[in-house]
């Protein structure tokens, strides 16, 4: 069975039509991925991928005519077609057959979302680093995330008020409040985490923070 990373390299390097990229295109965008994930969209220079790639640097320019088209062609499909399939399909069961306590559901949201971005480091990388800074894609993921997820949250958050298992918060606030806590601890853990990170520590004060914030009172 092929691993997260090798499904996910060869879902991006299919075209919408189906066909396979030619060898070329495939090593310009693997060494693409590689380079902007080291060093980021502003301090990677076509150049570096190109020698990545074992090309000529005119090669990347005959596929795609700026270093943005480039980037996205890596972010692009992966928001338009990979959102789904790779970022959310793992967390279908979790909303649709939610844990019996809102502790075990985040818990296990949690380990989900710590499996999720160890398999997939260097698209993660390069998605926090430039997502944010181009309203195209921005715009792209966030209209994907409402329309996928924000229904099935819903339903989990009203379960876990039914249970009087936590507080009666807004909707839109409890999710607001909860995605930035996990994300938090996601972006410092992978991201820009000290020497010193007690990984067990932090994991369980982000755990007791959320379920304190949202009112959680175990039935």
């Known amino acids: 069975m092929k691993d997260p990373i090798e499904q996910w390299i060869e879902e991006l390097l299919r075209k919408d039509d189906g066909q396979q990229m030619t060898e ?30 074992e090309v000529a640097e005119g090669t990347i320019f005959r596929h795609y005519k700026t270093k943005k088209d480039l980037l996205y062609a890596i972010v692009s499909p992966f928001v338009a077609r990979l959102i789904e399939p790779f970022v959310l399909r793992e967390l279908y069961p979790l909303f649709d057959s939610p844990h019996p306590t809102f502790e075990g559901f985040v818990r296990g949201i949690l380990d989900n979302r710590i499996t999720f971005v160890e398999n997939h480091i260097k698209v993660i990388r390069i998605m926090l680093q430039e997502v944010p800074f181009h309203a195209e894609l921005r715009d792209r993921f966030l ?33 607001r409040l909860a995605g930035s806590t996990l994300f938090s601890y996601l972006v410092t853990r992978f991201l820009i985490a000290p020497a010193e990170w007690d990984d067990a520590q932090e994991r369980e004060a982000t755990i007791q923070y959320l379920l304190r914030g949202l009112g959680y009172r175990q039935r």
Do not use: N
């Open 24 to 53: 070329k295109q495939s090593r310009i965008l693997i060494a693409a991925i590689e380079v902007f994930a080291e060093k980021g969209y502003s301090g990677t220079a076509t150049s570096e991928i190109a020698q990545r790639a």
């Open 143 to 175: 209209g994907i995330m409402a329309q996928k997820m924000l229904p099935r949250l819903t339903r989990v958050l009203d379960h876990y008020r039914e249970l009087g298992q936590i507080e009666t918060l807004p909707t839109l606030t409890s999710i």
